[in-house]
């Protein structure tokens, strides 16, 4: 495993920053051309024959084929993961090993592209040592541009540092969950089985919201839950400071690797979704890159009570208190 | 009551765009003061001093005072309905009547504002003759500005025709609400009470959710299922059309007057939340604003089977098969 020198991984910080701008243009405009408003005859006639999930498609592979060039060509040693390149699911083994390596995702929140409801980005992370060094959230029709590198500090916009409320950063509400912004998806798997992971993922769904003293004592009554279809941007408003708490299952590497970069730069705290038996006790580990089960906190400081860790983890064992273990393992593992 | 002539509308129209920009400059400059990014000594002091949840009854406040005071000077035989101004709940009857009447909203998505997450808003919307004829929703943090009066169309930043995929408008999905995003809150109801709001909510939450066959044949398989904590923008994303379906319980005016009117601009179609006994064949009435229950549909051009409007009154169908009753009811009423 070689070093990386402060020098190189400016570089490269640099080069992840114009490769983000650059593909979120090129998502921008294949959406705009959908909408009518630029693009060639050739396009036009293009947009009116195929039907939304084509053009998806064709997006999706053509930004991962441009961003995929420019990282190959600048970078050849690195290794490449991008969503379209591994045919999901197939592989038992962890993507990520010490090989530094470029994660991307294209497109993440398909769905909402499609129907062109704003909560999609470009999603590109640099990850050394199986740690992800840099990432890289570009939301072009939210404006809203994510980017950190380790030890350099993690913005909004490249301006704005996060969390956005820093001076200072509040604690944790010292009734958490309560008073939190709850995150979480429904996601695809919606099969009606009982005991089944979307019937887990309600069960939990609902301790978090309901009532302090309902559901048998585990009422959480958070303050909202939030449901927006992309992971990644899920995790850039966790190191925003927006969402308290996001609680995810089934997440691929490439969902995740560049939100993971930029909240933990951020000062948030990333850890696994199943409650470990002794919830209470247990110790609080940064989860492993793959491990597709998600719990993340966002960055928090102190109270008069306790450190911004300690409230973290405080709040880490409330949603373990009231979620239930979801059932996603890596296919063949 | 008075007629109101083109040129009048026109003119209030283009006062209530200023308005709604003026007004979104002042939510996005207090929201920049709390992060520390703009403001005198004076403020970031004050900031420092008092919790979220008073800056933003602050902020709440001073912007209905603005917005009532440019309203009034401008035109004082109007009616003015703000959420600051009522106590909410106060009132036994309808808020909206023939008189000529802004209804507003200064800050809709409020949690989202306390906790900066950028899906908060204001609503200002002119009604007359009980019909919203002009909206205007601002969301400073997303760089959104949606719009409409009657007949001259429905906007996003005053260029975008809404729904932004117009050329031609889409058909509603053949086995909808299977396809479509649908579009749902939690809301502030918690009760763990059997057979609640919220337990009716989370039940009909999982029948639009869940695979078709699944829940004893009410499964809907939507596409997606999203929560924004902001009626106002709910609406406004259902306008936009990245929304086929938007379903709540206990908004009040305010919460939904301008997106009802930018809606209905743009060819959605709104309804009452609640099915009615005989939900496969009762006629489909537009809502009446007040009534607290609304089922909102986007705007769909014909397939070779059906016009856009069977499109629409097919999934509100589809909706009502799926949904329960909710007992939201004026107080008093």
Not at 28 to 55: I, P, S
Not at 117 to 143: D, Y
Not at 247 to 267: K, M, R, S, T
Request: net charge negative.
């Amino acid at each position: 495993m070689s070093e990386i020198s402060k020098e190189e991984l400016d570089e490269i910080y640099a080069f992840a920053v114009q490769l983000g701008k650059d593909a979120g243009e090129m998502l921008m405009d294949a959406a705009k051309v959908r909408m009518g408003d630029v693009g060639t005859q050739e396009q036009k006639e293009h947009v009116q024959k195929e039907n939304a999930v084509d053009l998806v498609t064709e997006t999706d592979e053509n930004i991962e084929a441009f961003i995929k060039k420019q990282i190959t060509t600048k970078y050849p040693s690195h290794k490449f993961v991008g969503e379209e390149s591994y045919s999901k699911g197939a592989s038992r083994h962890y993507l990520i090993d010490d090989t530094p390596t470029w994660c991307v995702d294209p497109l993440d929140g398909t769905v909402n592209y499609i129907h062109l409801f704003p909560m999609f980005c470009v999603s590109i992370s640099f990850i050394h040592a199986s740690k992800p060094l840099i990432g890289v959230i570009n939301a072009p029709f939210l404006n809203q541009f994510f980017s950190s590198c380790a030890d350099r500090g993690a913005f909004l916009n490249e301006t704005q540092p996060l969390p956005l409320l820093h001076n200072p950063i509040p604690p944790l509400p010292a009734n958490a969950p309560s008073s939190c912004v709850f995150s979480c998806e429904w996601g695809k798997d919606r099969r009606d089985t009982p005991d089944g992971n979307m019937h887990r993922k309600i069960e939990s769904f609902v301790n978090m919201a309901a009532e302090v003293g309902g559901r048998d004592g585990r009422g959480g009554m958070v303050h909202g839950v939030r449901s927006l279809g992309s992971a990644t941007l899920d995790l850039a408003y966790v190191a925003m400071g927006a969402f308290d708490i996001w609680w995810e299952g089934g997440c691929w590497e490439w969902d995740v690797a560049a939100g993971i970069a930029i909240l933990q730069e951020a000062g948030g705290l990333i850890t696994t979704a199943n409650p470990p038996e002794d919830y209470a006790r247990a110790p609080i580990e940064d989860v492993r890159l793959g491990s597709r089960l998600y719990l993340a906190i966002r960055p928090a400081g102190p109270s008069p009570a306790e450190t911004g860790r300690e409230g973290q983890e405080r709040t880490v064992r409330g949603v373990w208190q009231r979620v239930r273990n979801l059932d996603y393992s890596r296919p063949g593992a």
